[in-house]
């Protein structure tokens, strides 16, 4: 069975950074790739980032040249580093793997 669990969201200021963790179990995570979504409140859930099985890297538009999406082989883990935080990226942020989803992570940016 798939598990993903997101951790690192918070509270922070605009201008500040955080990094998201998605650690996977049941599935490498070097083996599929891992997508990075958010949903603000009554908005539609958006793409952010994807990492393909052969580490290329995807970035939706708003979040270009600020998110950088990795992972690490040997934790399992795919990570989403984002800096220079706007107050339009606070949502609820899912990493996706196949089918399968965490249960989200929440990111509230104060301006």
């Known amino acids: 069975q798939v598990q993903l669990v997101e951790s690192g969201g918070g509270l922070v200021q605009a201008g500040d950074s955080l990094r998201l963790s998605c650690k996977a179990s049941g599935r490498s995570v070097s083996s599929e790739g891992v997508t990075w979504y958010r949903q603000a409140p009554g908005k539609e859930r958006v793409f952010v980032a994807v990492?393909?099985?052969?580490?290329?890297?995807l970035y939706g538009d708003s979040v270009k040249g600020r998110f950088t999406i990795s992972r690490d082989n040997a934790t399992n883990t795919v990570y989403l580093q984002m800096n220079n935080l706007k107050p339009e990226d606070a949502a609820i942020y899912y990493c996706?793997?196949?089918?399968?989803w965490g249960q989200g992570t929440q990111v509230t940016v104060s301006s």
């Open positions: 996706s793997l196949i089918m399968y």
């Open positions: 990492i393909g099985h052969l580490g290329t890297t």
